[in-house]
């Protein structure tokens, strides 16, 4: 087999493409944006943080994935670990962590309410959390959960780099070994990070589930990634000799596993909450109920669950790269709509945000990680023919 510079290529090619078509886009928007302003001065910051949200679940869900090939090593993830590596390298952790710090340093107490000195002062609930939710405290947090997720990302690369450069199984036995406890430490983190980043931001609501159903959403956009390089590469060296309907099935398999959890996640957070019938925790549900949120959310329902749901089911559209492909572009493109039903209302729900700040943002930041993934991946072989055990799945292949 080749080491696949021609698919390399054609990969990067694609992926810088795609950026520079999001990068013309943003300008537009962002265009649009200045000439249709309304007066409401938060728009910017709004559709900022909603695009964020998009590209680092994506970013941070590679990471999840690698770390879980590495915990169970399992044979799907070697064709296609590249692919996870190339989109939560350090480098693009870096970048999107430090495209939050606005939010750290600029908009925290336009986004916050807990960081609003008078607000607190008036509100019973919000000094009790303030031994955990206060400036200092959720600053610090935040460097350490960056800190711990660009060593991670680092920590296994470098492991991943020694095995090529050495040939020495011993690298990826140490992978293995440390797999299951990087993989809790990413899940933990991951909980306690979205508590911080996002769902902080509602003055009373909270949610135990929240973290963990914001991470299962990042894995299946990780899974839907690799669905669409594959389904679109199999033709081309060296995927065509390791694309066979066992791998694409176990991609298709995994995708479906997500999708069940974000299905079972959304609809366990919104029966205990609702069940309740507090005032205080239902707020969540009460502001997506109206306004225009309420036609989003139950189109969510049939698009981002039941389709893909039933369309997973099917072995031979997981055994055909093109119609899993398809299915992955399905759920990128469900994901933008519910990143927003999740997201926009805490701060617009008196009206369904057809924001071009928003979409502005999210092209430019699709453009970002679009072109740090087109450097990286074009830098090292999409395939590691050392590793024993990718001989051995080619071989029965």
Request: aromatic share 20%.
């Amino acid at each position: 087999m080749s080491q696949g510079g021609t698919l390399m290529s054609d990969v990067n090619k694609k992926f810088m493409l795609a950026g520079g078509l999001m990068a013309v886009l943003a300008v537009i928007c962002g265009f649009l944006g200045m000439t249709m302003s309304t007066g409401d001065d938060k728009a910017l910051q709004h559709g900022y943080l909603f695009g964020w949200v998009y590209w680092a679940c994506v970013a941070f869900g590679c990471l999840g994935i690698t770390l879980l090939h590495h915990a169970c090593r399992g044979s799907w993830g070697f064709p296609v670990l590249r692919i996870f590596e190339a989109g939560s390298t350090p480098a693009t952790l870096g970048v999107f962590l430090a495209l939050f710090l606005p939010m750290v340093f600029l908009w925290k107490g336009d986004f916050y309410p807990w960081a609003d000195a008078s607000l607190v002062a008036k509100d019973p609930v919000l000094q009790w959390k303030s031994f955990y939710l206060n400036d200092t405290a959720w600053t610090v947090r935040f460097f350490v959960f960056a800190a711990v997720l660009v060593f991670l990302s680092w920590r296994y690369q470098t492991w991943t780099r020694m095995e090529e450069k050495t040939g020495d199984e011993s690298w990826w036995k140490k992978r293995q070994f440390w797999g299951g406890l990087a993989l809790v430490v990413y899940v933990v983190v991951s909980n306690f990070m979205w508590t911080d980043w996002l769902m902080s931001q509602n003055k009373h609501w909270f949610s135990t589930i929240y973290g963990v159903w914001l991470v299962v959403s990042s894995c299946l956009m990780a899974f839907s990634i690799a669905g669409i390089v594959l389904g679109t590469q199999y033709k081309k060296e060296p995927y065509r000799d390791v694309v066979k309907p066992w791998l694409t099935k176990d991609i298709g398999n995994w995708m479906l596993a997500f999708t069940m959890l974000w299905g079972y996640f959304s609809l366990s957070q919104y029966l205990i909450i609702w069940s309740g019938n507090q005032p205080e925790f239902i707020d969540y549900f009460v502001t997506r109920s109206k306004n225009g949120w309420e036609w989003l959310g139950t189109l969510l329902i049939p698009f981002h669950f039941f389709l893909p749901f039933t369309l997973l089911l099917s072995p031979s559209a997981k055994r055909v790269p093109w119609r899993l492909a398809t299915i992955g572009i399905l759920i990128l493109s469900v994901r933008f709509f519910d990143v927003m039903y999740t997201v926009m209302p805490t701060w617009k729900a008196n009206v369904f945000p057809l924001n071009p700040w928003g979409f502005a943002f999210f092209f430019l930041f699709g453009a970002i990680w679009c072109f740090l993934f087109g450097m990286q991946i074009a830098t090292k072989p999409l395939l590691t023919y050392r590793n024993i055990a990718l001989k051995e799945i080619s071989d029965h292949a």
